[in-house]
């Protein structure tokens, strides 16, 4: 059946082509798609029925190597357009026109004797789908496919069969033996083995690394088994030609059997992978530490075996116990001890104690404090001595998360029950840096934050080096001092911004800072262009704010109650708001440093002539306004100023600054300087009389 499945799915692989558009045959082409060996077996002859499904596409002539090998092709009658040609021991199948051919061969193969076995091997043409089966008669028959992949091995009404498929040098090879009474052809198979059997020794788990080589002295094997306590777990298994393998537990041992696609000969390698847990000897001294026998994989089934047993440790102590059956022999690399052995069983037990790490951490303790929140990073320069660690323990101060852990090697990390628990990927002994970020929201603005250690579960020594900085707008003093002193900032390694520092030699230290926000301090200034038209005046007030200590997010303008369609031009403005002459500006956001701030505006004026309001426009809530105003003219009129207040300047139009001079395209009329938030000026205006010119022609 699993036969037939494949070759169905194989040939709608092939045949496949895109919905709706045929694929044409390559030019020139003569390809089998399918080709079945069905072959009977005996002492005196192998005989195949090749059953094959060619296609041949192009014109011309094709040909296609069929057989190569000690084979004979039996007369027999093919398709007209079909003809076999032999060419030394190849076999060449021709075809003269295109087409598809379904044709059968009978042929010979000659049998090679290798006692006690009759073996035949050829190769066949590369085809798509390529299956083999051959049977013998006797009940007493072995049938062994030496090439490609088995399916099965069947043995009923006294006869032997295999099927299979091809691999992919295309060779058909089978071998084959009889047993002739009660006289047996095929030897028992015997087995030596030579180990190389590796014990590494942590805390928690031996692991285990057996390699056997194994030499079939006679015979061939289709399975080795092997016996394991029933304590050890199989982690790995690796070889060659392995079809399966499974465990059977009887008590307190387990025995592990492996299966090959055929049987093996000459020889054999397996590698083991196994671990065996260790129990925990507690605070208790070596003396009274718990003693552990070595009990690595053992082969069974065999004639001899010998090898050798390496033993290492990794942050445990070890100390023999009993020892038989082993020959020390000196240890290579990193190997605590490495014996020798000719038999099994041997023993060797020994008492283990774990050895604890010792780790000092020197922290970098980095805090900033902003408006809705403060940002503690710990920078963890970690040393481990005498054992290694694979997690680590750290105790947060409590009201913070934890936003982030990073450092070379971290596996993962989480936090659970007011700890961070840190796992490393591999082995962290020596120097090494983690980097921790704590955060805590800050809903109201505090007058004090504290400051606390990060703890390190079982740390030797702590040390800490604290820096403080806060955001734009926030002043910070030192409040009270525990287990620590202040420092100059410039000592504080990998300064950023920070404006305090402090050292701590112990780890039970505190700091408390006392934090201010800072008001904002406002200054502005102010240039008014005005430009006189014939009827309409238009003006603007470019608003250049200077901010200091502060952000501020709102501002406030004084706008004339006899300006119109007034706009304001400015980035990030979020809303407008009006009450009488004063305008509230809101931003998206806070701005520092600057801010510039554009107001438009027009209205009507009587053209034959009127007096007319200039300027006004004014930044409220500041602690300083300075400013100018330009007036400009875009129509035949005449400007006159006819009060102006003590606050006010005239000013030549060169006086005015570059930046606002920029802005202006027209010729200035009038140009003044003023101080303050309050002046007044107004313009009288008047239409120049027009005058009668001389006429030319």
Same mark, same amino acid.
């Given at each position: 059946?699993?036969?037939?499945?494949?070759?169905?799915?194989?040939?709608?692989?092939?045949?496949?082509?895109?919905?709706?558009?045929?694929?044409?045959?390559?030019?020139?082409?003569?390809?089998?798609?399918?080709?079945?060996?069905?072959?009977?077996?005996?002492?005196?002859?192998?005989?195949?029925?090749?059953?094959?499904?060619?296609?041949?596409?192009?014109?011309?002539?094709?040909?296609?190597?069929?057989?190569?090998?000690?084979?004979?092709?039996?007369?027999?009658?093919?398709?007209?357009?079909?003809?076999?040609?032999?060419?030394?021991?190849?076999?060449?199948?021709?075809?003269?026109?295109?087409?598809?051919?379904?044709?059968?061969?009978?042929?010979?193969?000659?049998?090679?004797?290798?006692?006690?076995?009759?073996?035949?091997?050829?190769?066949?043409?590369?085809?798509?789908?390529?299956?083999?089966?051959?049977?013998?008669?006797?009940?007493?028959?072995?049938?062994?496919?030496?090439?490609?992949?088995?399916?099965?091995?069947?043995?009923?009404?006294?006869?032997?069969?295999?099927?299979?498929?091809?691999?992919?040098?295309?060779?058909?090879?089978?071998?084959?033996?009889?047993?002739?009474?009660?006289?047996?052809?095929?030897?028992?198979?015997?087995?030596?083995?030579?180990?190389?059997?590796?014990?590494?020794?942590?805390?928690?788990?031996?692991?285990?690394?057996?390699?056997?080589?194994?030499?079939?002295?006679?015979?061939?094997?289709?399975?080795?088994?092997?016996?394991?306590?029933?304590?050890?777990?199989?982690?790995?298994?690796?070889?060659?030609?392995?079809?399966?393998?499974?465990?059977?537990?009887?008590?307190?041992?387990?025995?592990?059997?492996?299966?090959?696609?055929?049987?093996?000969?000459?020889?054999?390698?397996?590698?083991?992978?196994?671990?065996?847990?260790?129990?925990?000897?507690?605070?208790?001294?070596?003396?009274?530490?718990?003693?552990?026998?070595?009990?690595?994989?053992?082969?069974?089934?065999?004639?001899?075996?010998?090898?050798?047993?390496?033993?290492?440790?990794?942050?445990?102590?070890?100390?023999?116990?009993?020892?038989?059956?082993?020959?020390?022999?000196?240890?290579?690399?990193?190997?605590?001890?490495?014996?020798?052995?000719?038999?099994?069983?041997?023993?060797?037990?020994?008492?283990?104690?774990?050895?604890?790490?010792?780790?000092?951490?020197?922290?970098?303790?980095?805090?900033?404090?902003?408006? $809705? #929140? +403060?940002?503690? @990073?710990?920078? *963890?320069?970690?040393?481990? %001595?005498? /054992?290694?660690?694979?997690?680590? &323990?750290?105790?947060?101060?409590?009201?913070?998360?934890?936003?982030?852990?990073?450092?070379?090697?971290?596996?993962?990390?989480?936090?659970?029950?007011?700890?961070?628990?840190?796992?490393?990927? $591999? #082995? +962290?002994?020596? @120097?090494?840096? *983690?980097?921790?970020?704590? %955060?805590? /929201?800050?809903?109201?603005?505090? &007058?004090?934050?504290?400051?606390?250690?990060?703890?390190?579960?079982?740390?030797?020594?702590?040390?800490?080096?604290?820096?403080?900085?806060?955001?734009?707008?926030?002043?910070?003093?030192?409040? $009270?001092?525990?287990?620590?002193?202040?420092?100059?900032?410039?000592?504080?390694?990998?300064?950023?911004?920070?404006?305090?520092?402090?050292?701590?030699?112990?780890?039970?230290?505190?700091?408390?800072?006392?934090?201010?926000?800072?008001?904002?301090?406002?200054?502005?200034?102010?240039?008014?262009?005005?430009?006189?038209?014939?009827?309409?005046?238009?003006?603007?007030?470019?608003?250049?704010?200077?901010?200091?200590?502060?952000?501020?997010?709102?501002?406030?303008?004084?706008?004339?109650?006899?300006?119109?369609?007034?706009?304001?031009?400015?980035?990030?403005?979020?809303?407008?708001?009006?009450?009488?002459?004063?305008?509230?500006?809101?931003?998206?956001?806070?701005?520092?440093?600057?801010?510039?701030?554009?107001?438009?505006?027009?209205?009507?004026?009587?053209?034959?002539?009127?007096?007319?309001?200039?300027?006004?426009?004014?930044?409220?809530?500041?602690?300083?306004?300075?400013?100018?105003?330009?007036?400009?003219?875009?129509?035949?009129?005449?400007?006159?100023?006819?009060?102006?207040?003590?606050?006010?300047?005239?000013?030549?139009?060169?006086?005015?600054?570059?930046?606002?001079?920029?802005?202006?395209?027209?010729?200035?009329?009038?140009?003044?300087?003023?101080?303050?938030?309050?002046?007044?000026?107004?313009?009288?205006?008047?239409?120049?009389?027009?005058?009668?010119?001389?006429?030319?022609?």
């Amino acid at each position: 059946m699993k036969r037939i499945i494949l070759a169905v799915l194989a040939l709608s692989l092939f045949n496949s082509t895109a919905p709706g558009k045929p694929v044409p045959a390559p030019a020139n082409v003569l390809a089998i798609h399918e080709i079945r060996f069905d072959g009977r077996l005996a002492d005196d002859e192998a005989r195949f029925t090749l059953d094959i499904a060619a296609e041949a596409a192009g014109t011309g002539e094709i040909s296609l190597k069929l057989l190569e090998g000690d084979v004979a092709i039996l007369p027999g009658r093919l398709p007209d357009a079909l003809k076999i040609v032999r060419e030394g021991n190849c076999y060449l199948l021709v075809a003269s026109r295109p087409g598809r051919f379904n044709f059968k061969l009978e042929v010979v193969a000659k049998i090679q004797r290798a006692e006690p076995w009759n073996q035949i091997s050829f190769t066949g043409p590369v085809a798509t789908i390529a299956a083999v089966a051959a049977q013998a008669a006797g009940a007493d028959t072995e049938v062994q496919l030496l090439n490609g992949t088995l399916l099965a091995i069947t043995r009923t009404n006294g006869v032997s069969s295999v099927n299979g498929f091809l691999g992919a040098d295309q060779t058909v090879a089978f071998r084959w033996s009889r047993l002739r009474g009660n006289a047996q052809i095929v030897h028992k198979t015997l087995l030596t083995v030579d180990s190389a059997i590796a014990a590494q020794i942590t805390p928690t788990v031996i692991q285990y690394t057996s390699r056997f080589h194994y030499e079939i002295v006679q015979g061939t094997a289709a399975q080795l088994t092997l016996a394991l306590p029933a304590s050890q777990s199989l982690t790995r298994l690796e070889g060659q030609q392995i079809r399966d393998w499974h465990t059977t537990t009887d008590g307190d041992r387990q025995t592990l059997t492996i299966e090959f696609i055929k049987p093996v000969e000459n020889a054999c390698d397996l590698t083991l992978y196994s671990e065996q847990a260790v129990e925990s000897g507690g605070d208790a001294p070596v003396a009274d530490a718990p003693v552990l026998q070595l009990n690595p994989p053992q082969p069974l089934n065999v004639e001899r075996e010998s090898g050798s047993l390496t033993v290492s440790a990794e942050d445990t102590l070890v100390e023999t116990t009993t020892l038989t059956g082993l020959r020390q022999v000196n240890a290579t690399g990193n190997a605590l001890a490495a014996y020798q052995f000719n038999a099994r069983p041997f023993t060797l037990a020994l008492r283990l104690k774990p050895i604890e790490p010792v780790i000092g951490v020197t922290d970098r303790v980095s805090a900033r404090l902003e408006e $809705t #929140r +403060l940002v503690i @990073s710990h920078g *963890l320069a970690l040393n481990v %001595e005498k /054992a290694g660690i694979y997690t680590l &323990e750290l105790t947060p101060p409590a009201g913070f998360a934890v936003a982030d852990v990073r450092g070379e090697g971290v596996d993962d990390w989480h936090f659970n029950d007011g700890k961070i628990f840190v796992n490393f990927s $591999t #082995r +962290l002994l020596g @120097s090494r840096r *983690l980097e921790v970020q704590l %955060e805590q /929201a800050i809903k109201t603005f505090p &007058e004090q934050i504290g400051i606390a250690p990060l703890r390190v579960a079982g740390a030797a020594k702590e040390t800490a080096q604290i820096g403080a900085a806060s955001a734009p707008g926030i002043r910070l003093q030192t409040a $009270t001092l525990a287990g620590l002193r202040e420092i100059p900032v410039n000592r504080l390694p990998d300064r950023t911004e920070e404006i305090l520092a402090y050292t701590a030699e112990q780890p039970d230290w505190k700091l408390s800072i006392a934090s201010e926000r800072l008001a904002a301090r406002v200054v502005a200034d102010v240039f008014n262009l005005v430009t006189i038209g014939d009827g309409l005046v238009g003006g603007s007030a470019t608003i250049r704010y200077g901010l200091a200590n502060q952000g501020v997010q709102e501002f406030k303008i004084k706008v004339p109650a006899n300006c119109k369609n007034i706009e304001f031009t400015g980035p990030n403005i979020r809303r407008k708001e009006q009450a009488g002459d004063i305008w509230t500006i809101g931003l998206q956001d806070k701005v520092w440093g600057g801010y510039t701030l554009v107001v438009t505006y027009d209205f009507q004026f009587d053209a034959k002539g009127a007096t007319l309001p200039v300027g006004g426009v004014h930044a409220v809530d500041v602690e300083r306004e300075t400013g100018s105003v330009a007036i400009t003219t875009a129509a035949s009129l005449q400007l006159n100023a006819k009060s102006a207040t003590d606050t006010l300047r005239r000013v030549d139009e060169a006086e005015l600054s570059a930046a606002d001079r920029s802005l202006i395209t027209r010729a200035v009329v009038l140009a003044y300087q003023y101080t303050g938030d309050q002046y007044d000026l107004s313009v009288d205006v008047k239409r120049y009389a027009e005058q009668r010119v001389l006429e030319e022609v």
